[in-house]
């Protein structure tokens, strides 16, 4: 599976921006997927995921209630809505697939991941 992210940009604090994530190969409908990010001078974090069906999906603490993953296995992208943005989510962030069909939130779970957008809220 490749990942291609796209997305990212420059935004003032408040605002909204929304991630995607294409995927190519056959396989993107037969994992879950996730996003995650990693700020200068930090670890990578995770941020989303979603299994297989769309129908289940878990968040960091620090995005609950502000960011929306979802996924069309039509078209093979996975998505992250994100609204009200802080300067603290300023980050580059990565798409990921996962090893299985289900909810993974540590990197482990993961082992196709893209190439990263940059996202940066201004305060």
């Known amino acids: 599976v490749q990942l291609q992210a796209s997305g990212g940009g420059l935004v003032q604090a408040g605002g909204s921006l929304s991630l995607s994530c294409a995927a190519s190969?056959?396989?993107?409908?037969?994992?879950?997927m996730g996003w995650f990010r990693q700020a200068p001078g930090k670890e990578r974090d995770f941020v989303a995921g979603?299994?297989?069906?769309?129908?289940?999906?878990s968040y960091a603490d620090s995005v609950k209630g502000r960011f929306t993953i979802s996924r069309d296995n039509v078209k093979n992208t996975v998505y992250l809505q994100m609204n009200s943005l802080k300067p603290e989510d300023t980050a580059v962030y990565y798409c990921?697939?996962?090893?299985?069909?289900?909810?993974?939130?540590?990197?482990?779970?993961?082992?196709?991941w893209g190439q990263g957008t940059l996202v940066t809220v201004s305060s």
């Open positions: 990921a697939a996962a090893v299985g069909r289900g909810l993974y939130s540590s990197g482990g779970g993961y082992v196709y």
């Open positions: 190969g056959r396989s993107f409908s037969t994992r879950g």
């Open positions: 979603i299994n297989v069906s769309g129908g289940s999906t």
